[in-house]
């Protein structure tokens, strides 16, 4: 699929590896632990994925991957309009995000307590067994380019990774 150009507001870590490692990293750094930052996010308007006004659900929040020259980050944010230009809660930055093709890895809905670990596991499975010599693409970790994971069990589970042309 193609993603329009677009913002990201977020913030970042380079040593963490998934959510619940990127939290824990947070939480030993004053002022930036979920709470806080999940609360800023929350109250961001105009969020491309998920609802603005909902407070403590997490509405709209995305984990993302960020590919840098020679490394990358993971990240936790909220995607905004290419044209966003309200306010840049501190500690969290604002990159432009370009137009691009993605991949895009989805399950629909499941029952956390029951399903969480099967379906990430499926999941996690197809992802790295997917054949790209079978298409006209790669995926792209160029610099500037990001991977998105969604996580809302009552609605999907979701890895959106950049592709380039071959």
Same mark, same amino acid.
């Given at each position: 699929?193609?993603?329009?150009?677009? +913002?990201?507001?977020?913030?970042? /870590?380079?040593?963490?590896?998934?959510?619940?490692?990127?939290?824990?990293?947070?939480?030993?750094?004053?002022?930036? /632990?979920?709470?806080?930052?999940?609360?800023?996010?929350?109250?961001? +308007?105009? +969020?491309?994925?998920?609802?603005?006004?909902?407070?403590?659900?997490?509405?709209?929040?995305?984990?993302?991957?960020?590919?840098?020259?020679?490394?990358?980050?993971?990240?936790?944010?909220?995607?905004?309009?290419?044209?966003?230009?309200?306010?840049?809660?501190?500690?969290?930055?604002?990159?432009?995000?370009?137009?691009?093709?993605?991949?895009?890895?989805?399950?629909?809905?499941?029952?956390?307590?029951?399903?969480?670990?099967?379906?990430?596991?499926?999941?996690?499975?197809?992802? /790295?067994?997917?054949?790209?010599?079978?298409?006209?693409?790669?995926?792209?970790?160029?610099?500037?380019r990001l991977s998105y994971f969604y996580f809302?069990?009552?609605?999907?589970?979701?890895?959106?990774?950049?592709? +380039?042309?071959?």
């Open positions: 699929m193609t993603i329009p150009a677009h +913002k990201f507001l977020y913030i970042k /870590d380079y040593v963490s590896n998934g959510y619940f490692e990127f939290w824990e990293r947070q939480a030993a750094v004053a002022g930036v /632990d979920c709470g806080v930052i999940c609360g800023l996010l929350d109250s961001i +308007k105009g +969020k491309l994925d998920g609802d603005d006004g909902v407070i403590g659900v997490y509405s709209g929040q995305i984990m993302a991957q960020i590919f840098e020259e020679g490394r990358s980050a993971q990240a936790y944010g909220v995607r905004l309009a290419e044209n966003y230009c309200g306010g840049i809660p501190k500690p969290l930055q604002l990159i432009d995000v370009p137009a691009g093709k993605y991949l895009v890895f989805e399950h629909g809905s499941f029952v956390y307590e029951q399903e969480c670990d099967t379906v990430n596991e499926k999941l996690q499975k197809v992802i /790295d067994e997917y054949d790209y010599s079978h298409t006209d693409y790669l995926l792209d970790k160029s610099p500037g809302d069990p009552e609605k999907f589970i979701k890895h959106v990774f950049p592709v +380039k042309h071959k």
